[in-house]
Nanobody, 123 residues
Framework: QVQLVESGGGLVQAGASLRLSCVASGGTFSMYGMGWFRQAPGKEREFVAAIGSGGSTNYADSVKGRFSISRDNAKNTVNLQMNSLKPEDTAVYYC?????????????????WGQGTQVTVSS
C-alpha cells in the first residue's frame, strides 16, 4: 500500500518562499513519476508540477520560473520549492504518485494521493 505524507505548508506573505516535502512509503518510489497538484476553495484540482523517474520535469504555466520540483530517491521524497509566492497560489497542495514513470499533468494518471498541506499567501 502506497502512502504519501506532505509537509511544509503554512501562512506566508506575498513574495515569500516555502518548501513542500512529500515522503512516500510502499512500492518502489524511484520507478514512478511524482506530481504536485493544488486545489483552491471552489475550484477544481489543478496540476502544478511533475517529475519523472529519470528526473524530467514539467510545470504549469502559472508557476514556471517560480516553483521547482525535485526528488531524492534515496529518501523516497519529492520536494516543491516555491518562490515569489502570490496570493493566487493559496490552496491545498497534494502530492501524488503516477501510474507510470513519466511526467504527467493529468489527474487521472495519478493513483495515489496524500492528504494535502495548506498553503496560504497573504497580500
Amino acid at each position: 500500500q502506497v502512502q504519501l505524507v506532505e509537509s511544509g505548508g503554512g501562512l506566508v506573505q506575498a513574495g515569500a518562499s516555502l518548501r513542500l516535502s512529500c515522503v512516500a512509503s510502499g512500492g518502489t518510489f524511484s520507478m514512478y513519476g511524482m506530481g504536485w497538484f493544488r486545489q483552491a476553495p471552489g475550484k477544481e484540482r489543478e496540476f502544478v508540477a511533475a517529475i519523472g523517474s529519470g528526473g524530467s520535469t514539467n510545470y504549469a504555466d502559472s508557476v514556471k520560473g517560480r516553483f521547482s520540483i525535485s526528488r531524492d530517491n534515496a529518501k523516497n521524497t519529492v520536494n516543491l520549492q516555491m518562490n515569489s509566492l502570490k496570493p493566487e497560489d493559496t490552496a491545498v497542495y497534494y502530492c501524488a504518485r503516477a501510474i507510470w514513470s513519466m511526467t504527467s499533468h493529468i489527474t487521472a494518471e495519478y493513483a495515489w494521493w496524500g492528504q494535502g498541506t495548506q498553503v496560504t499567501v497573504s497580500s
